[in-house]
């Protein structure tokens, strides 16, 4: 359980639940054999959504492995995982049909969270294959969060580590 205060409101928050989210994962071996060097590119989406119970919020994350080979851009690998958070006062918080608006510390904290977790599951899952090599980047949580408040993409002075290459 963790403790906090986001301007004078108190949460208490907890990891409730870490899965993999299997429509979101792909691991294509066609492509891990086509590959013969170069580029890669990884790219992390995220949305925050209400929980199936009462007082979850769960954060879907999603990250994908792609290079480009004859101009297009092949996809090595698709991965999501999904971080339910247990939170009381829930009810304060905003919910909207496109998803969820969070105080930024709150989502800064849960983001760290499941970004860790997915790194954790991506190492598992990438054991036996050349992308052990290219393990999930540092990532700019701050930039996430402000690109996640504002909905436009981060400013060209903050570094968002959320497109990084491999070369």
């Not at 590959?35 to 879907?60: A, D, M, N």
């Not at 792609?66 to 092949?74: L, N």
């Amino acid at each position: 359980m963790c403790f906090f205060c986001v301007k004078d409101m108190e949460y208490n928050i907890r990891i409730a639940n870490v899965r993999e989210v299997p429509p979101g994962i792909s691991l294509s071996r066609w492509e891990i054999m086509r590959y013969h060097g170069g580029e890669i590119s990884v790219s992390l989406r995220s949305k925050f959504l209400p929980g199936r119970q009462e007082g979850i919020v769960t954060l879907l994350l999603t990250t994908a492995y792609t290079y480009m080979r004859d101009m297009m851009r092949h996809r090595l690998l698709d991965y999501s995982v999904a971080v339910d958070f247990e939170i009381d006062r829930y009810d304060e918080l905003s919910i909207e049909e496109a998803g969820m608006d969070l105080p930024p510390r709150l989502m800064a904290l849960m983001y760290a969270a499941a970004i860790g977790s997915l790194r954790g599951m991506l190492a598992l899952r990438t054991a036996n294959t050349f992308l052990k090599d290219y393990p999930l980047p540092l990532i700019n949580v701050s930039a996430l969060v402000c690109s996640h408040r504002t909905g436009r993409p981060v400013p060209d002075n903050i570094v968002p580590l959320t497109d990084l290459y491999y070369n």
